[in-house]
């Protein structure tokens, strides 16, 4: 089989996305430039679909290694922060079948959380959580069932799954223009199910601000 008709991994995507990240941070790509590579990207299937993506960006071997993107806490800390993020370990399933799922208070999220429910609900609360890194991403697969994102004010959702009989409402979470707001993108699809992402304030007794 030629290399470029090989199905692409969530490691591969994940390395073009890091690569398409920092060269929005260098200025090479626009953030329009940016957010359409990246659609791109989570409707590729093999490695030939991934090349074109970063095919005029430079190389990034021989530079010196950047530091590591502080977590963000949306309630909490730096410091405490730090400590949830040195348990990550890359990537977080959640699955609900025939059944329900859950996360809110304080919780770690991963660079990546695949989300999987199948005639079942799954809701997740990112008032009082950890994330790993400035911009995450939750790979949805919602199937005659529902998602429940709720957000704090000033978190930007990217909406970039592919709904069929279904649908993504993200009511203004995507309008959020603060180039260092907290993201969480949502790729996959949803099928005869719905996803809703609403934004609200802390929780009683919580505390304002990242």
């Known amino acids: 089989m030629e290399p470029d008709h090989i199905r692409a991994s969530d490691a591969d995507r994940d ?11 260098e200025g090479r790509l626009t953030r329009e430039e940016h ?3 990246l659609e791109s990207l989570y409707r590729a299937k093999t490695i ?31 410091d405490e922060a730090r ?9 977080e ?14 919780w770690l999220v991963e660079p990546r959380t695949n989300v999987s429910t199948m005639f079942g609900g799954i809701d997740l609360d990112f008032r009082e959580a ?13 199937i005659f069932g529902g998602l429940q994102i709720t957000v704090p004010y000033g978190v ?6 592919t709904a069929i009989f279904g649908g993504t409402s993200t009511h203004g979470t995507d309008s959020v223009t603060d180039p260092n707001a ?20 802390p929780k009683k007794g919580g505390k304002r601000g990242y």
């Open 15 to 25: 390395r073009v996305a890091e690569r398409l990240r920092e060269a929005l941070a």
């Open 182 to 201: 907290p993201t969480i993108r949502l790729t996959g699809t949803c099928l005869f199910g719905g996803i809703d992402v609403r934004a609200k304030g």
């Open 156 to 161: 930007r959702v990217v909406n970039a799954t």
């Open 93 to 106: 399933n959640i699955v609900a079948v025939f059944g329900g799922a859950e996360r809110a208070g304080r």
């Open 83 to 91: 400590r949830l993020a040195a348990g990550s370990q890359g990537r």
């Open 130 to 142: 950890v994330l790993t890194q400035r911009e995450v991403i939750v790979q949805c697969a919602v």
């Open 48 to 78: 030939g679909e991934l090349a074109p993506l970063t095919r005029d960006l430079p190389a990034t071997a021989g530079r010196a290694p950047e530091p590591q993107e502080d977590p963000v806490g949306m309630t909490v800390t730096s």
């Open 35 to 37: 957010e359409e590579r």
